[in-house]
C-alpha cells in the first residue's frame, strides 16, 4: 500500500522560512495535500497541488512536487508564531493517506 | 455554507462498550470519510460513505461500523471497545461527482478515551 514518510520535528526562528518535507511511494497519487492540525482540533487543509503541476503558490505558502523522486514539500515563508502546529502531508490515490506529521515550533 | 460537524466532542467508555459517533457533512456535499488518528500518529482512512453505501474500507476490523443517512449525515459505530480503540476519530466530507472526487474537509474530531 501507500507509504507517506515525514520527518517529525522542525523549529525555526520567527520571520524565517520553513520547508516541511513528504515522501510517498505511490506514483498513481492524483492529488497531494497539506493539512495543518493546532493541538486538540481537526486537520485545516492548507493547500494541494495536482499531480501533473511541478509548483502551486498561495500567499505566504509554496508547494513544490517531484514526481521523479515523488518528494513534496511545503515553503511557508515569513514563519509567524501562529504557524505553531502540526502538519500532515496527504496524497491521494483511492483514499487519503497521510503521513506521520512535522511539528514545527517557532523560536521568538 | 456550515462545516463540517461532529459529536459528541470527548467521549469515556470502558473495554467492551459500543459507541456510536455522529458527523454533519459540509453543505453540498455526498461523500463522508471515517479516520482514526492514535496520538502521535497520522489520521488512518477506516472507510468512506458515498449515497448511503460504503465505498472503501481501511485495515480495520469488521467491529468498526457506519451509516450513512439520505442527509448524507454519517455515524460510525465501534462494538466490543479495546483500550487501542482510544484515539481521536476524525470525519471528512467531500462532493464526488461523476466518479471524480473532490477535497475532503475535516470536522474537530471526537476524542474517544477506552479505560
Known amino acids: 500500500g501507500e507509504d507517506v514518510e515525514q520527518s517529525l520535528f522542525l523549529s525555526v526562528r520567527e520571520g524565517d522560512s520553513s520547508v516541511i518535507n513528504c515522501t510517498y511511494t505511490?506514483?498513481?497519487?492524483?492529488?497531494l495535500y497539506w493539512y495543518k492540525q493546532e493541538p486538540g482540533a481537526g486537520l485545516q487543509l492548507l493547500t494541494y497541488?495536482?499531480?501533473?503541476?511541478d509548483m502551486k503558490q498561495d500567499q505566504r505558502l509554496t508547494v513544490l512536487l517531484n514526481k521523479k523522486d515523488k518528494h513534496l514539500s511545503l515553503r511557508i515563508a515569513d514563519t509567524q508564531t501562529g504557524d505553531s502546529a502540526i502538519y500532515f502531508c496527504?496524497?491521494?490515490?483511492?483514499?487519503?493517506?497521510f503521513g506521520t506529521g512535522t511539528r514545527l515550533t517557532i523560536i521568538p | 455554507e456550515t462545516g463540517v460537524t461532529q459529536s459528541p466532542t470527548h467521549l469515556i467508555k470502558t473495554r467492551g462498550q459500543q459507541v456510536t459517533l455522529r458527523c454533519s457533512s459540509q453543505?453540498?456535499?455526498?461523500?463522508v470519510s471515517w479516520y482514526q488518528q492514535a496520538l502521535g500518529q497520522g489520521p488512518q482512512f477506516i472507510f468512506q460513505?458515498?449515497?448511503?453505501?460504503?465505498?472503501g474500507r481501511g485495515n480495520f476490523p469488521p467491529r468498526f461500523s457506519g451509516l450513512q443517512f439520505p442527509n448524507y449525515s454519517s455515524e460510525l459505530n465501534v462494538n466490543a471497545l479495546e483500550l487501542d480503540d482510544s484515539a481521536l476519530y476524525l470525519c471528512?466530507?467531500?462532493?464526488?461527482?461523476?466518479?471524480?472526487?473532490?477535497?475532503?474537509?475535516f470536522g474537530p474530531g471526537t476524542r474517544l478515551t477506552v479505560l
Open positions: 471528512a466530507s467531500s462532493l464526488e461527482t461523476g466518479g471524480v472526487k473532490d477535497t475532503q474537509y
Open positions: 505511490d506514483s498513481s497519487s492524483t492529488y
Open positions: 497541488i495536482f499531480s501533473n503541476m
Open positions: 496527504a496524497v491521494d490515490y483511492e483514499k487519503l493517506t
Open positions: 453543505s453540498g456535499h455526498n461523500t
Open positions: 460513505y458515498y449515497r448511503e453505501e460504503e465505498n
